[in-house]
Antibody, heavy 122, light 113 residues
Framework: QVQLVQSGAEVKKPGASVTVSCKTSGYTFIDYYIHWVRQAPGQGLEWLGWINPKRGTTDSAPKFLARVTMTSDTPINTAYMQLNSLRSDDTAVYYC???????????????WGHGTMVTVSS | DIVMTQSPDSLAVSLGERATINCKSSQTVLHRSNNKSYLAWYQQKPGQPPKLLIYQASTRESGVPDRFSGSGSGTDFTLTISSLQAEDVAVYYCQQYYGSPETFGQGTKVEIK
């Protein structure tokens, strides 16, 4: 079955960077977008952006454009999200989620990873 | 950005009764060329990732009980739980995937009265 397995929890200091991985299985990795969404403690959902794993193209929310880098490693079916210049308000659970196929109709996120807790604290 | 506003922020419903959540977008999310509204509903329980319930405003995801239904088009949408069950206690989010950045409503917490 389709699975997205994320890396473990991270604790970082302000100003540092964090990289979260999302290892996929059960489908053809390059055939679907991967989206990144975060959720601060007790708060709602916030979209960071997506990556097209086949082409490596990305789209990011303007709020994160300067600080987020999304990449993919197609031989190991894994997507990565790096967030730089961390602040305390970046403390959140970060989710990866599978979107739709590129060049097809827009799609919601049918499958989600379990989430990765990132804590930013001095 | 398209702002998604849900109402109410929370509601308490008796078991077996109807729960209704509204979602309004600041711009249309209707794609006129195919008459599809790119609006989804998710359910999130504590400690779990969101789960897709409804997409294209009214299409139920495979495996989702038929007591969940979605309606609306353009800018105004509704999620209805026809007969609330104990396992439906959760926070519900609407999301537009029409335009970038993709945006979510603030969430509606559903509890048992």
């Amino acid at each position: 079955q389709v699975q997205l397995v994320q890396s473990g929890a991270e604790v970082k200091k302000p100003g540092a960077s964090v990289t979260v991985s999302c290892k996929t299985s059960g489908y053809t990795f390059i055939d679907y977008y991967i989206h990144w969404v975060r959720q601060a403690p007790g708060q709602g959902l916030e979209w960071l952006g997506w990556i097209n794993p086949k082409r490596g193209t990305t789209d990011s929310a303007p709020k994160f454009l300067a600080r987020v880098t999304m990449t993919s490693d197609t031989p190991i079916n894994t997507a990565y999200m790096q967030l730089n210049s961390l602040r305390s308000d970046d403390t959140a659970v970060y989710y990866c989620a599978r979107g739709g196929p590129p060049y097809a109709d827009r799609a919601p996120y049918h499958i989600w990873g379990h989430g990765t807790m990132v804590t930013v604290s001095s | 950005d398209i702002v998604m506003t849900q109402s109410p922020d929370s509601l308490a419903v008796s078991l077996g009764e109807r729960a209704t959540i509204n979602c309004k977008s600041s711009q249309t999310v209707l794609h006129r060329s195919n008459n599809k509204s790119y609006l989804a509903w998710y359910q999130q329980k504590p400690g779990q990732p969101p789960k897709l319930l409804i997409y294209q405003a009214s299409t139920r995801e495979s495996g989702v009980p038929d007591r969940f239904s979605g309606s609306g088009s353009g800018t105004d949408f509704t999620l209805t739980i026809s007969s609330l069950q104990a396992e439906d206690v959760a926070v519900y989010y609407c999301q537009q995937y029409y335009g970038s950045p993709e945006t979510f409503g603030q969430g509606t917490k559903v509890e048992i009265k």
